[in-house]
């Protein structure tokens, strides 16, 4: 992605960047819709990753004083947005499509604010991330860009502030009232390992992942996800009246007894929303202990119930992510699957899949083969090992 991002802009830019910042996206191996209950996460930055190229600008670009231009391999068109401070949210109605330059001007605009300000500038944003696929390409996107605006402004952010700046751009100019994961693991991924956050204190722990004989397979059901649609905001309000019935601050803080000496008062919904969240962070933390006695069995075993309590209770799954577990189900331990789930906000997007390593070639054409046979979908699958955070090329 780099050497493409770099290509491109010389070609169409006439000149080389200056800079090359990047960021990756995400594959979270368990702990959904835990993070804003203040609860555990457990994801890996992946292979994938945003690359954006740039140079200040010059006379000839024609930009105003305070403008930059941006050109994006993902719908090849060019952008153009504000590096200037207190620049406004564009207004989109329910259901209307998102301008793409909307995370762009948001990061821009809160670095400005926050004192990293970019000056005018060119770039090329190449990115092998999917787009909708819950992979965090918005995360890698905001954090791309903040990066940029370090490089630029030749200041360091703190590393919190970064992620929770990301975030912010998330919530007030992409309207998705995101948690902290995608952009905590998009900014302080490391090679070989994943991460433990507690999404409370946002301390993350690195736990190593680097058993030669486990990968990491990642399946795209290429069924869209939309979070910017209802069913987000509404898991999130419903576990926060679920909190507020049981008198804690935050899910995190209940556990199921309290739960279910509370559930005359819950609604059904509220009960099996607020069940998800209290099984999921204990899975969680169970899981990362598992991995770190590199017990997969185990592992595989808490993602398998974590999907489930994801279709069942907190009901985000679909039918196509629910056929690829039951694929993996079906093969099993002994025909190279430890455990599998559907990974990141849900309605759609990718499923997570802990294999052996000497199966992948089989598994991937196994998937392949049988998801098409149902759906007619040709699911991209790839591996990945934990990849790097954001970073500055060159
Ligand atoms: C999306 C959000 C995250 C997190 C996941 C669900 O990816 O951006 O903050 O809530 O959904 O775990």
């Not at 969680?284 to 075993?301: H, I, L, R, S, Y």
Request: proline share 6%; charged share 25%.
């Amino acid at each position: 992605m780099k050497a493409q991002a770099i290509s491109q802009f010389v070609k169409l830019y006439g000149r080389e960047p200056k800079w090359v910042v990047s960021a990756p996206g995400r594959v979270n191996l368990i702990g959904e819709h835990t993070d804003y209950n203040d609860g555990f996460v457990f994801p890996m930055a992946i292979e994938r990753r945003t690359v954006i190229a740039a140079a200040p600008a010059e006379p000839s670009d024609g930009l105003g004083e305070s403008e930059a231009k941006i050109w994006s391999n993902a719908n090849d068109q060019i952008g153009v947005v504000s590096v200037a401070p207190g620049v406004a949210p564009v207004e989109v109605a329910p259901n209307e499509e998102l301008p793409w330059t909307a995370y762009i001007q948001g990061t821009l605009t809160l670095c400005a604010e926050a004192g990293f300000p970019a000056q005018p500038f060119v770039a090329v944003i190449a990115s092998d991330v999917p787009l909708g696929g819950g992979l965090s390409s918005s995360a890698a996107l905001e954090v791309s860009v903040a990066t940029l605006c370090e490089v630029i402004s030749g200041k360091t952010m703190d590393p919190v502030k970064k992620c929770l700046l990301c975030q912010k751009a998330e919530h007030e100019y992409a309207f998705m009232p995101c948690g902290i994961m995608d952009q905590f693991i998009s900014n302080l991924g490391q090679p070989d390992h994943a991460m433990l956050l507690d999404c409370r204190s946002c301390v993350p722990e690195m736990v190593p992942l680097t058993d030669p004989a486990v990968s990491i397979l990642v399946i795209d059901s290429k069924v869209k996800h939309k979070l910017t649609g209802s069913e987000y905001p509404d898991r999130r309000r419903a576990c926060k009246e679920a909190a507020e019935i049981l008198g804690v601050k935050a899910l995190r803080d209940a556990t199921m007894d309290m739960l279910n000496a509370a559930k005359d008062k819950l609604t059904p919904t509220q009960y099996i929303r607020a069940k998800h969240v209290i099984t999921e962070d204990a899975r969680t933390v169970e899981a990362a202990a598992a991995c770190k006695a590199n017990d997969w069995v185990k592992m595989g075993k808490l993602m398998y119930e974590s999907h489930l309590s994801m279709r069942c209770e907190f009901q985000i799954t679909c039918t196509e992510l629910d056929y690829l577990i039951d694929l993996a189900y079906t093969k099993g331990v002994d025909g190279g699957v430890y455990g599998a789930r559907m990974t990141g906000g849900g309605f759609g997007g990718c499923v997570v899949v802990l294999v052996k390593t000497d199966a992948v070639e089989d598994l991937k054409a196994y998937f392949f083969n049988e998801y098409k046979a149902k759906t007619k979908i040709d699911a991209p699958i790839f591996v990945s090992r934990p990849g790097k955070g954001s970073a500055i090329e060159s």
